[in-house]
T-cell receptor, first 112, second 115 residues
Framework: GDSVTQMEGPVTLSEEAFLTINCTYTATGYPSLFWYVQYPGEGLQLLLKATKADDKGSNKGFEATYRKETTSFHLEKGSVQVSDSAVYFCALKAGGAQKLVFGQGTRLTINP | DTEVTQTPKHLVMGMTNKKSLKCEQHMGHRAMYWYKQKAKKPPELMFVYSYEKLSINESVPSRFSPECPNSSLLNLHLHALQPEDSALYLC??????????????FGPGTRLLVL
């Protein structure tokens, strides 16, 4: 079945550091890929998405590129801020399916 | 506007109580979802409504009863819950599109504690 694997956390960085959170997937066909962010005590917010190979999603300084050859959708940000501290979920949605398949989540803490 | 609202924000209930969670969206979305999220875990799908009809029930116990009165509203009726049902309950909605274009937008959740 479809699955998403994220790098295990927690990840702790200093402010202004470069961030990469790895995400790889297994799916049949051509899924859409998503990154959601969950701030403490809140629901999930869509951070970015990509719907086909080589698409780059971007938002709030975060970027991720849909790489079909490596089945990956790694999240990157050039300079993180304390306010980026949250849990990040990678997810996929297979074509025709109504279900989102989530990775386990990566907890990110940014220290000033 | 991509807002999904949920009420109440917090709920404490005993095992013999009956309560309801409410979700609302005004984005014209025709698919609505209930998820359950335990601490430090990803959300788990419970139910999906598509065009006001139940399309997916992920083998959820009958003490959870969903209802979709119209295209903007989704309820989750709770009865005789167990302490292990304590969790964050998230609602989401999406506009059904062809293929894989559909994006789910989540509400802030209801944090439920069952005593």
């Amino acid at each position: 079945g479809d699955s998403v694997t994220q790098m295990e956390g927690p990840v702790t960085l200093s402010e202004e550091a470069f961030l990469t959170i790895n995400c790889t997937y297994t799916a049949t066909g051509y899924p859409s890929l998503f990154w959601y962010v969950q701030y403490p005590g809140e629901g999930l917010q869509l951070l970015l998405k990509a719907t086909k190979a080589d698409d780059k999603g971007s938002n709030k300084g975060f970027e991720a590129t849909y790489r079909k050859e490596t089945t990956s959708f790694h999240l990157e940000k050039g300079s993180v801020q304390v306010s980026d501290s949250a849990v990040y979920f990678c997810a996929l949605k297979a074509g025709g399916a109504q279900k989102l398949v989530f990775g386990q989540g990566t907890r990110l803490t940014i220290n000033p | 506007d991509t807002e999904v609202t949920q009420t109440p924000k917090h709920l404490v209930m005993g095992m013999t109580n009956k309560k309801s969670l409410k979700c609302e969206q005004h984005m014209g979305h025709r698919a609505m979802y209930w998820y359950k999220q335990k601490a430090k875990k990803p959300p788990e799908l419970m139910f999906v409504y598509s065009y006001e009809k139940l399309s997916i029930n992920e083998s959820v116990p009958s003490r959870f009863s969903p209802e979709c009165p119209n295209s903007s509203l989704l309820n989750l009726h709770l009865h005789a819950l167990q302490p292990e049902d304590s969790a964050l309950y998230l609602c989401a909605s999406s506009h059904p599109r062809a293929s894989n274009q559909e994006t789910q937008y989540f509400g802030p959740g209801t944090r439920l504690l069952v005593l």
